[in-house]
């Protein structure tokens, strides 16, 4: 656990730097794996919202002259939990990431969120993913988006890092309309990659900024979103 947590450690300084703040204020000490357990011996429980502040910590960074949004980054979720040696997966095999035009609490329930499904579930969350909240991701404030899609971080050209106790990604949520997934959800399997595209077409890229209107109702949007459809159709008939 500390050498998985050493080595995560320095990736994150050197993909992002020095971050700004972090909850707990204890992240120098990695959790104990018992935390999830709740205790038990066979590792049924594999998630305890309460022990929150113990299992994922929250790492923010502030924008810089090379970075000008915020970074909103978990710690947590790839921790070897139940491993006792090294596997091909480090525990659920990814940290996620949001990345905000203005500085935004909500980031914090919302990442919460996703990585407690993850726990308790045992799964993960892999790009390609659409998670619908039917709420503004900012709730209690009002917004047009209420969903994210995930897809690999551009802070995170790699895709996938190695640990002393296996592998991990670090994956983007990105925030979107619900006409917005609507779209990806009709395009199939690379629905999640022609939404970015479009985003990034229109200058928005993985930025998640709750202000903003959903771009289908853009004038000529037609003239972005069919040719990155066409593309994502013909590449996947190629494969």
Not at 30 to 39: E, K
Request: negative net charge; glycine residues 8%.
């Amino acid at each position: 656990m500390q050498e998985a947590w050493e080595a995560r450690n320095s990736l994150y300084k050197e993909l992002l730097g020095n971050f700004t703040s972090v909850v707990p204020t204890n992240y120098n000490a990695p959790a104990d794996s018992r935390l999830l357990r709740g205790g038990s011996t066979d590792g049924s429980d594999t998630g305890d919202p309460k022990n929150n502040e113990q299992a994922l910590a929250l790492l923010t960074y502030e924008p810089d002259p090379q970075r000008h949004h915020w970074s909103y980054l978990t710690s947590g979720l790839s921790n070897p939990w139940f491993q006792d040696e090294q596997q091909e997966v480090s525990g659920f095999g990814c940290e996620l990431l949001i990345k905000t035009s203005q500085k935004a609490d909500w980031t914090a329930r919302i990442l919460r969120s996703m990585a407690y499904h993850v726990f308790n579930s045992a799964g993960t969350l892999s790009p390609g993913r659409l998670v619908r909240l039917n709420a503004p991701i900012s709730f209690p404030d009002a917004s047009e988006l209420d969903s994210f899609f995930i897809w690999y971080a551009d802070e995170a050209p790699d895709a996938w890092y190695q640990l002393p106790s296996g592998g991990f990604g670090i994956f983007v949520a990105v925030g979107i309309t619900q006409d917005e997934c609507q779209f990806a959800d009709s395009v199939g399997d690379y629905g999640s990659w022609c939404i970015q595209e479009v985003l990034r077409q229109l200058g928005i890229g993985q930025i998640t900024d709750c202000s903003r209107k959903s771009v289908l109702e853009r004038e000529n949007i037609d003239s972005i979103t069919q040719p990155v459809v066409n593309y994502a159709r013909n590449f996947s008939q190629v494969i």
